[in-house]
């Protein structure tokens, strides 16, 4: 079992409809979480984390972690086609220093 | 420079041969950290440093190995490449070893 999975997609939503992108992780003892977002050729960029379960939310986004069921996903409000990208979760186990686990992303396309 | 520096960017390397990719950053983060990113298999962990003048093994060491002289620069050196070393190396930095990632453009490595 990857220690943390994604489905690879891609996932296709018409604009302006809602993304939901879900990641799950084997080790119960993670304590932090992350999406990152990377468009194609390009290098993985921080758009959310979150600690805590419940939800977090940042403009169109939203972060959803239920520890309890060892998942984390991340909600697109009102998506835009440049929002067209892979997006990887990122999960850590440790506390203190941090050593991320990446799952292999979702490719999320968003149509006009 | 703003932000993190790779170079070269773009590479091809005779089997055998010695590489050191570079990688330094201006923001003054403590934490850097070398991920190689390869098809189906996402971002992995090679090695990292919480602090200028430590360091540690990641998920896949082997075959590579890096130096923190200082703060600013982490570079990453293949003594003897192979062409299973044929990937795209992502530097990153954080600052306190959070899993707040910033990363570099990448250097896209074809050993043949």
């Known amino acids: 079992q990857k220690e943390v999975e994604q489905n690879s997609g891609p996932l296709s939503v018409p604009e302006g409809a809602i993304a939901s992108l879900n990641c799950t992780y084997s080790?119960?003892?993670?304590?932090?979480f992350f999406w990152y977002r990377q468009y194609s050729g390009k290098s993985p960029e921080l758009i959310m984390s979150?600690?805590?379960?419940g939800d977090k939310e940042d403009g169109r986004f939203t972060a959803q972690l239920n520890k309890a069921s060892q998942y984390v996903s991340l909600l697109i409000r009102d998506s835009q086609p440049s929002d067209s990208a892979t997006y990887l979760c990122?999960?850590?186990?440790?506390?203190?220093?941090?050593?991320?686990?990446f799952g292999t992303g979702t490719r999320l396309l968003v149509s006009p | 420079i703003a932000g993190i520096t790779q170079a070269p960017t773009s590479q091809i390397l005779a089997a055998g041969r010695r590489m050191t990719l570079r990688c330094t950053q201006d923001?003054?983060?403590?934490?850097m950290y070398w991920y190689r990113q390869d098809l189906g298999l996402g971002l992995r962990l090679i090695h990292y440093?919480?602090?200028?003048?430590?360091?540690g093994k990641g998920e896949v060491p082997d075959g590579y190995s890096v130096s923190r002289a200082n703060t600013d620069d982490f570079p990453l050196t293949l003594a003897s490449a192979v062409p299973s070393q044929t990937s795209v190396y992502f530097c990153?930095?954080?600052?306190?070893?959070?899993?707040?990632?910033?990363f570099g453009e990448g250097s896209r490595l074809t050993v043949l």
């Open positions: 990122a999960v850590n186990k440790n506390t203190g220093f941090q050593k991320l686990v």
């Open positions: 990153a930095s954080s600052r306190g070893g959070t899993g707040e990632l910033f």
């Open positions: 923001m003054r983060h403590n934490a």
């Open positions: 979150i600690y805590s379960n």
């Open positions: 440093s919480n602090t200028a003048g430590t360091t």
């Open positions: 080790d119960r003892g993670s304590q932090s």
